[in-house]
């Protein structure tokens, strides 16, 4: 798990960096939007809708840009309608990956998916294919400058917290997603900075690619990442550090 992990933090940076371009928000707001729409514009009772809204604000996501894109998702203001569809292949190596998206035109997205996967050396699989490979997981990273591995692991393992192991320059902390919310609720309780969360798809099992090959993975992964669909790209790779800060 660690390589993807490692490489999804590298993304989160670089987003940030990024986010002026506006991609980000509007990737972040159509997530807010759906979760509204699917389970109604109350965080408190949308654990959906909760960890969209988070995700926004730690991207810095200012508030008016959140409500309205809750009250797009409720109806009381007008916009595209959009799905969600998971989609599933391989890139080289055998590394599986599952691609979330949400769209407006099913038929366009499946196009431009299939051919980003094409167009970098990987294939798309049926529905199925690759799911069983993955669970969905609470994870949250804390900067380990801004606390001790002790603290961290206490109060995450006493609120609920399945592991917590120091990946890069951040503590790691996975959890069940029933556990996730009260997992966060404790490190800020605790004064303990969270640098980012989410529920997550997390591998059972990894596929070490090097050179390359490895190249051409992360290539195909940024390749999903930037497509304007597609809101999470989870993969099953274990890749060596100077790779992943290279393309990352």
Known sequence: MSGHSKWHNIRLKKERVDQVRGKLFSKLAREISVA?????????????LRTAIERGREAGMPSDNIERAIQRGTGQVEGASYETITYEGYAQGGVALMVETLTDNRNRTASEIRNVFTKNGGAMSEAGSVAWMFDRKGLISVDRSKATEDDVL?????????????????????????????????????????ASSDLTMVPKSTVRVEGKEAQQVLRLMEAL?????????????????EILQQVG
């Open 225 to 241: 990442e930037e497509h304007d669909d597609v809101q999470q790209a989870y993969a099953n790779f274990d890749i060596p550090d």
């Open 154 to 194: 206490v109060v995450a393992l006493e609120a609920g917290a399945e592991d917590v192991r120091s990946v890069g320059d951040v503590y790691e902390i996975v959890t069940t997603p029933e556990q996730f919310y009260k997992v966060r609720q404790a490190l800020e309780a605790a004064k303990i900075p969270v």
């Open 36 to 48: 509204a729409k699917e389970g109604g514009g109350d965080p408190d009772g949308n654990a959906r």
